[in-house]
């Protein structure tokens, strides 16, 4: 029984760096302390009101905590959008505006709405703030706007350090936990705006969070080769875009949250 129960797990543990996932854990709360920092006072008094006694930060992870339960799985598709190809900033608006899929950019959208309604019920308001918590920082983690025919990056292969990895899973948690920070000392670190930069990122729309997400991508791509190995190097010439995007999902989450409830 115990010999089925190693192998099990170590079946499982086999798939991981091709399951679809976004910042990691640290990742998830960083941009949400940075959200919790630029809410109006009624923005957060209405969030509470629904988190209750939960962070911003806290549960910004419950997307990725609850694809363990087979009753969530339908959640699955909302968390990424990918493309197949890279595009214009004009082709990608005029994709998004004809996109019918069930992906991060639709359900944004559709949880947005319900949010602001009076009639949503209390229940599916948790629901859906928790998700859209996590699915706006979710965006700006560069591979959840990858190509498709690789899993946004789930399918390229490098090695970090001696570990072997792939180009998502290196963006999600290797290289913010390299860092070696906890998610406030994280934050105390990037979190650092004027009013006029709040106000510029706060005003732009989704479209252009995901083609900005998705030009990131694109680069990221050429930088490496597959099975190369990522190390030091790597992290000094990439850790200020992850630290901009890291900051930017926080700031813009806080944006929607405050148009959502009131500024």
């Known amino acids: 029984m115990k010999l089925f129960r190693k192998i099990s797990l170590a079946a499982c543990l086999s798939t991981l760096p091709f399951m679809t996932f976004a910042w990691g854990t640290n990742g998830h709360r960083i941009s ?12 957060a008094a209405a969030v509470k009101s629904i988190l209750g006694n939960e962070s911003i930060a806290m549960a910004s992870n419950w997307a990725d905590f609850i694809k363990s339960d087979e009753n969530y799985k ?14 214009s900033q004009a082709d990608m608006i005029g994709y998004l505006e004809k996109d019918t899929e069930v992906d991060a950019y639709t359900k944004m959208k559709f949880m947005i709405a319900e949010l602001k309604k009076p009639s949503t019920t209390k229940e599916n308001k948790l629901l859906y ?10 965006v700006h983690q560069p591979f959840h706007t990858g190509h498709k025919d690789d899993q946004g990056g789930n399918g390229f292969k490098v090695t970090w350090f001696a570990k072997p990895s792939n180009l998502h899973s ?5 290289l913010i936990e390299f860092q070696n920070l906890s998610y406030t000392e994280y934050v105390s670190w990037i979190n650092f705006t004027t009013p006029a930069q709040v106000a510029q990122l706060q005003k732009q729309p989704i ?8 030009q990131i991508a694109e680069k990221l791509y050429t930088d490496v080769k597959p099975d ?35 500024r």
Not at 170 to 174: A, L, M, P
Not at 230 to 257: C, E, P, S, T, W
């Open 207 to 214: 479209s252009t969070w995901l083609y900005e997400s998705s």
């Open 74 to 87: 339908y959640l699955s598709t909302w968390h990424y959008v990918d493309f197949d190809k890279p595009m």
């Open 32 to 43: 949400g302390e940075i959200a919790s920092r630029y809410l109006t006072p009624k923005a």
């Open 228 to 262: 190369e190995v990522l190390n030091y190097k790597y992290n000094f010439n990439h850790v200020d875009i992850l630290n901009q995007q890291l900051l930017k999902g926080g700031v813009r989450l806080a944006g929607v949250l405050n148009d959502i409830f009131g």
């Open 129 to 138: 703030l928790r998700m859209l918590i996590h699915i706006v920082e979710d």
């Open 170 to 174: 290196v963006w999600d948690t290797e």
